[in-house]
């Protein structure tokens, strides 16, 4: 089950409705093996795309050497789906090279949703979004 405060939850509902037509992307970081995410990191979709999101390889880099500095890992992973229903996509899917990340799709189609799901090896499990006001 991924556990995300009502602040991050809302964060990235905005920057996906910000973001609209175009996929938006991002990374929540928390503390190595917590489990917890707490630092909002919106990223720029390079692609530009409304079917298809890229996070930019120098940012990306950028991102992993703070996080090592840090002692932070990427809790959640998301990005939104501008017209089709949040379920991780073939391209998603190979692309999902973080198997400890919760992988969250916020579509921002017709029917809003905020979904999280696990993806190791190719395989995709949907989890539970518990949204609190904080963490205990």
Not at 31 to 43: A, L, N
Not at 55 to 76: C, I, N, Q, T
Request: charged share 25%; hydrophobic share 35%; net charge negative.
């Amino acid at each position: 089950m991924l556990t995300i405060t009502q602040d991050l939850y809302d964060a990235i509902v905005a920057h996906a409705r910000a973001d609209h037509p175009d996929e938006a992307c991002g990374i929540v970081a928390g503390p190595e093996g917590s489990d917890r995410p707490e630092r909002f990191v919106p990223m720029l979709n390079a692609a530009r795309s409304p079917t298809f999101y890229e996070f930019d390889s120098a940012d990306l880099l950028k991102l992993y050497r703070e996080m090592d500095d840090r002692g932070e890992e990427p809790v959640v992973v998301y990005h939104s789906h501008t017209a089709t229903e949040a379920y991780p996509s073939r391209t998603d899917i190979s692309y999902a090279n973080e198997p400890g990340a919760h992988y969250v799709l916020v579509s921002t189609a017709e029917e809003f949703q905020f979904r999280s799901f696990r993806i190791v090896a190719g395989q995709v499990t949907e989890e539970e979004v518990s949204v609190v006001t904080s963490y205990a």
